[in-house]
């Protein structure tokens, strides 16, 4: 009965406004509604599975987990159709029709990707909005959890809190990142020097693949099951959960933030972290962020750098570590606060380790604004030159910020081709640039001078290739056009975030999804029919 009305009231708006799509793109959509509808359960009304961009819950949906303004721009394409699947035949019934009717899908789950691509796209296409699939179950005993793919890690470190003291997970800061990109695409947090990446702790996944079949770790075999641990699910199909392992975490555990500007010798303390921040026993985390702020004295400008930490153990195991290692920064007893692991996630989330852990369950980002960021990889300390360069540079910006990410412990064990992410052992620490602002017209300008920058760290980062990190995924280092995936246009961009596993990529993409249902600006391509035949995949 409601699907009649539904599509009848469908019908009218094609009749009552036929220019507002080209012809045979509307029939091609009528055409993808008629196959959606008749694909799921009768008890499921359409209505309460799929938007049109008539829907008067259209609007409000597809911006409620964009996080960067950068897209809201009225002239970026939208979604023809909004899922928003509560069972997994929704998916399903969504790939079958959206393949058959030559639309392009995108999925979203906590709407993080830095530019956009799980809700926007070139061309017109289908949302697929995983907010409803966050369940997560938790088993205690055996340290294992299975999660839905629209979950974020604020619900599920909020559920792991709530039954066990001493068991954590080791992913992103952000609560509201989503684990359907996060855990795709790598995923670290404050504990990754000791427990590696989210996706390193991932033990099985389901996933419906280009033909709507659900496969688990089994049937989806071990190339497939590796690609998707941070080589970006979004080219292989959709996530629809993971099986996770958790990891243990002390009862209490130290933070601290000293912050010293350059008057007061922050350039110093940031050498000498070059020199010792991935040697740091694996239970010792202490990243530097640095920024512009105003000197006290005379209100002039100046650079301040942040060291922020978080130590698995007590702040009387912590002291004596940093005064053997890192006397300069004068850590005393004061500086530390105690808590638990679940307390400095709110830390590290910007939440006062008071707040009420429900705020881990908000879906509602902090930052709301313009922001552009870029990603580096650093394996010799860079020299003051260098840094006095790069203070300049930050100092011509208002709000623009550098996170220096510390690499070693665990993170050195495990080998570059383990799961796709292959920023491993020789990375002293990965930086984050980032750029913020409030104004739209003002987009350009501090695009501009974030290229700007980045052209001039190039000496002081890895190169050939010069990698990056696909979670602050940058379209600057090259995109797809159009679908139109070219092999040798990829490599760039495939090689920065993969580097040797670029490769295997290529080879489980031609595999799984050999007509490129799956795609994105990028997306891992398919190799072009005569390398297949050369490589004996067809
Ligand atoms: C404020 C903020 C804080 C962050 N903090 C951290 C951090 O601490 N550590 C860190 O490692 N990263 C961090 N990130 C980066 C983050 O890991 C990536 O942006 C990640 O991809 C976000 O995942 P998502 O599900 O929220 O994003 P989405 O935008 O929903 O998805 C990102 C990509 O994954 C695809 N995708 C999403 N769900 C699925 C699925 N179920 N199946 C297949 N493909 C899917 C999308 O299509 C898209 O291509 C942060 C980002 C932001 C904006
Ligand atoms: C939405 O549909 C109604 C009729 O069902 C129509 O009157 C209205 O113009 C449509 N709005 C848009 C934005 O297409
Ligand atoms: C949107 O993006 C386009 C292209 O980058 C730009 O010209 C325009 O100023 C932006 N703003 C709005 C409000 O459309
Ligand atoms: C833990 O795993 C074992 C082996 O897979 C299983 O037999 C047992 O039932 C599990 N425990 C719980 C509480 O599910
Ligand atoms: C660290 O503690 C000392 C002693 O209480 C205090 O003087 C100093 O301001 C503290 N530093 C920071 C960054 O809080
Ligand atoms: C700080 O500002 C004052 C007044 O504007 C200026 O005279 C002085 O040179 C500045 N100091 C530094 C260190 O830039
Ligand atoms: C894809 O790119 C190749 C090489 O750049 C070009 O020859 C081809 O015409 C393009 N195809 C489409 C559909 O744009």
Known sequence: ??????????LLLIFLAPSVWPASSSSAQEKFLQCFSSRIQPSNPVSEVILTKNSSDYSSVLRSSIRNYRFLNTTIVKPQFII????????????????????QIRVRSGGHDYEGLSFESYQEFVLVDLAKLSSIIL???????????????????YKIADKSKVHGFPAGSCPTVGVGGHFSGGGFGTIFRKYGLAADNVIDAQIVDANGRILDRESMGEDLFWAIRGGGAASFGVILSWKLRLVSVPPTVTVFNIERTLEQGASNLLQKWQSIGDKFHEDLFLHAAIEVATSSPNGNKTIRVSFVS?????????????????????LMRENCSEMSWIQSILYFGGFSPRDSLDVLLSRTAQFKGFFKGKSDYVKEPISETGLEGLYRRLLEEEASMLILTPYGGRMSEISDSEIPFPHRSGNIFKIQYLITWDVEEETERHLKWMRRLYAYMAPYVSNSPRAAYLNYRDLDLGRNNNGNTSFAKASVWGLKYFKNNFKRLVQVKTATDPSNFFRNEQSIPVLPSWRQRKMNLK
Do not use: K
Request: charged share 25%; net charge negative; aromatic share 12%.
């Open 1 to 10: 009965m409601e699907r009649t009305i539904f599509n009848m009231r469908f």
């Open 84 to 103: 928003t699947p509560f069972d997994e035949s929704h998916i399903q019934a969504a790939i079958v029709c959206a393949r058959e009717y030559g639309m």
């Open 139 to 157: 088993d205690i005993e055996n340290e294992t959890a299975w999660i839905g793919a629209g979950a974020s890690i604020g619900e599920l470190y």
């Open 310 to 330: 978080l130590f698995l153990g007590r702040a009387e195991e912590l002291l004596p570590v940093m005064q053997d290692s890192f006397p300069e920064l004068g």
